[in-house]
C-alpha cells in the first residue's frame, strides 16, 4: 500500500508537470530522444551576402557559426575575394530580417591578422569565463575575447595542434586537413577534423588543459571520399544523458552538396547512422522547401545549427531544430573560391515534438 501511495504521488506530479510544462519527452529505444528519423525543412531566401569594399573584394560568404548571446545574433562566416584569399568577418544584430544589413566587420583588421583564415566556430568556454573562435589556418588555431560584442578583440592566433597528427597524414592522400569542431563533455575536449578523403578524426584533451593538451588522434568515421568529405558539426541533445548528434557534409551523385546524420552515446561512443544516405538525408535539396517555391541553392552545404546555448557543450534542442547554411545560385560555376555563396536559414518542419 504504501508502495502503490508513493506511486501514485509521483505519477499525480508527473501529470501536474507535464499540464504545466507541455508533453513529456518521449524514451526511445535508440537513443536518439526527440529526434526523427527523417527531416523536412523550410529555407529562407539568402539572409547574409557577402560585403566588399575597397580593401576587401569579398564575393562569397560561407562556412557559418551562430550564437545567440544577451537578445542579439552574432555570426562569423568565411569570406573569399577576388584574387582566392580566404579571412573571416564577424556580423551582429537583433533579428533575420535585420540580418543582410548588418555590417560586417572584416577579423583581418583585428589581431587575427591577415593571410589564410577560414570555417570558424565560436563558443563560450564556462571554465574560463572565455569567448573562443576556432578556425583553421592549414592548422586548428583559435582566438579569445572576454567581449562578443567587440569584434575587435579577438586575440591573435594560437593552434591547438602545432603539426599534422601521423594518422591523419597516413590517410589524408590528396585531401586537405579541414573544418575544426570543438566540443565537451563535463571531463573532456574533443577536436574534430576531416580530410576531404573520407575519414572523420578526433583528438582529445581534459576540460582542465583546454585549450592544450590536444592528442590520441583517431579515426572514428570512414567512408568514400565524397561520402563523408567535410564540414563536421557535433552536438549534444538536450533532454539526454548522453545523446549525441554528429553532422558531416556529402556530396551526391549529382555533385551537389547535403548533410548525412548519425547519433552516438557519449561523444567517444560508436557514430550510428540516423538519416545518412540522398535518398534519406538529413538536410539535402530534396527535403527542403523554398520560400518563394523555387530552390534558390540545390546545394545545403557547410553550416551549423542554431544550439540551445552557448558554451562548449554545444547543446541543441531537438524540438527547435534551426540550421544556418550556405548556398548558391544552381547556375553558379567556376572556381571554388569564386563561387557566389550567401546564407540561408532552415528549420524543421517535421519535429516530434
Known amino acids: 500500500m504504501r508502495i502503490s501511495t508513493r506511486l501514485s504521488t509521483a ?67 568565411t569570406t573569399a575575394d577576388t584574387s582566392g584569399g580566404w579571412s573571416l568577418v564577424q556580423t551582429s544584430f537583433d533579428d533575420w530580417s535585420k540580418a543582410g544589413a548588418a555590417h560586417q566587420t572584416p577579423l583581418d583588421t583585428t589581431a587575427i591578422g591577415k593571410g589564410y583564415r577560414a570555417a570558424p566556430q565560436a563558443f563560450y568556454f564556462a571554465p574560463q569565463k572565455t569567448w573562443y ?28 595542434q602545432d603539426s599534422m597528427p601521423q594518422v591523419i597524414k597516413d590517410n589524408i592522400g590528396n585531401g586537405y586537413w579541414v573544418d575544426f569542431w570543438t566540443v565537451c563533455d563535463e571531463e573532456r575536449c574533443y577536436l574534430f577534423s576531416s580530410d576531404d578523403n573520407g575519414h572523420l578524426y578526433r583528438s582529445e584533451t ?4 583546454f585549450p592544450n593538451g590536444f592528442g590520441n588522434t583517431k579515426i572514428v568515421l570512414q567512408d568514400s571520399k565524397f561520402s563523408l568529405f567535410e564540414a563536421s558539426n557535433v552536438y549534444k541533445i538536450k533532454g539526454t544523458a548522453d545523446q549525441y548528434l ?37 538536410a539535402r ?18 553550416g551549423e545549427m542554431v544550439r540551445d546555448g552557448i558554451d562548449q557543450t554545444m547543446e541543441i534542442d531537438p524540438c527547435r531544430l534551426q540550421f544556418l547554411y550556405q548556398g548558391l545560385d544552381p547556375a553558379a560555376s567556376g572556381a571554388y573560391s569564386q563561387l557566389p ?9 517535421n519535429s516530434n515534438c
Open 11 to 77: 505519477a499525480a506530479a508527473v501529470a501536474a508537470l507535464v499540464a504545466v510544462l507541455g508533453t513529456a519527452p518521449a524514451a526511445t529505444a535508440d537513443g536518439q530522444g526527440r529526434l526523427t528519423s527523417t527531416f523536412q525543412w523550410s529555407s529562407t531566401g539568402p539572409l547574409i551576402a557577402p560585403q566588399p569594399d575597397a580593401t576587401h573584394p569579398v564575393v562569397s560568404v560561407k562556412d557559418p557559426s551562430v550564437v545567440r548571446y544577451k537578445g542579439t545574433w552574432h555570426v562569423f562566416a
Open 133 to 160: 573562435l576556432v578556425y583553421q589556418t592549414g592548422l586548428p588555431s583559435y582566438s579569445t575575447t572576454k567581449s562578443i560584442d567587440d569584434p575587435t578583440s579577438w586575440s591573435a592566433p594560437k593552434n591547438f
Open 206 to 209: 581534459t576540460v582542465k588543459e
Open 246 to 282: 554528429l553532422l558531416v557534409e556529402a556530396i551526391g551523385s549529382d555533385g551537389r552538396r547535403y548533410f548525412r546524420s548519425w547519433t552516438a552515446h557519449g561523444l567517444d561512443g560508436r557514430w550510428t547512422p540516423l538519416a545518412d544516405t540522398e535518398a534519406n538525408p538529413f
Open 285 to 302: 535539396s530534396s527535403n527542403v522547401t523554398f520560400a518563394d517555391g523555387t530552390a534558390w541553392s540545390k546545394d545545403i552545404s557547410h
Open 341 to 349: 555563396y550567401r546564407l540561408g536559414l532552415l528549420t524543421q518542419t
